[in-house]
């Protein structure tokens, strides 16, 4: 009994059973995993982001892989909040593990039909909602709200109002001039916690045929190359606010998860490594424990916020 390791997290008034979160748009609606994956076993999984109409996303072809990582252009195709709540609702409800639907809009409007559509459920089966104003791969929404701390705090401020019942959690854009100015910002306006943070925008390109490896001109990069770079931004935004983090990039290992946990984060989401292993998100909960002993510790908690930067 004296050796079990605690790792049970609180994000804002959602305890989660472990930290480890099945990132948006890796994971379907979560049920498409439910074979290869005991839902049950980890902390939570994102949706797909959800719009109030469905979106047919970008042209193929949707992925790349690039040293170190992979280039994704999928453009949030999803089947829309109303097939949603209709199809995929009733299955996530028949596991314990805690699911945030990611939210999508084109316009603060969308967002908070969308918001309000999903409030209008019972609290079955939804935990949180996380606002994606952070996405590379669309013409509208996401990153012109992401990255002016005016635009994020209205949306963030009208989503806050019209989620009466669930938590808010919000997805950040990483290339922003002060990642902190934009924490600070939509934590003020009702953010109960902060997702850190989306993809890079970036490309990939055949120089035989002078195109794009993808069908979008651009993509978002993730995977392990961007860990230390979301690392940083991790950091930053713990020193600008106290509300949770949930750190996403480069997650692959259980050491992973406790570098986030080091420079602050409360939990991490698992994106690119369920697409080279489907099983990634079960495997590093149950290597998680272990690691925390082997650091010497009886709680992942006590972990947090430790990082110090050497001076003298």
Known sequence: MGDTVDLAVQVGALQLQNPIIAASGTFGYGVEFAHLVDLNRLGGLVT?????EPIEGAPSPRLCETPSGMLNAVGLQNVGVEAFVRDKLPLLRKYNTRVAVNVFGYCLEDYVRVIERLEAEDGSGISAYELNISCPNVKRGGMQFGADPVQAGEVVKAARTAAKKRPLWVKLMPLVTDIGLIART??????DALTVANTFPAMAVDFASAKSRLGNATGGLSGPAIKPITLRLVWEVRKAVQVP?????????????????????????????????????????????GAVKRAKFKSINEMRDRFHVETG
């Open 245 to 289: 983090i949930i750190a996403l990039g480069g997650v692959e290992t259980a050491e992973d998860v406790l570098d986030y946990v080091t420079v602050g984060a409360t939990a991490v989401q698992v994106g690119t490594s369920s697409f080279t292993d489907p099983g990634a998100s079960e495997v590093i909960v149950g290597g998680l424990a």
């Open 186 to 191: 939509v934590a003020d306006a009702g953010a």
């Open 48 to 52: 797909k982001g959800i719009s109030w």
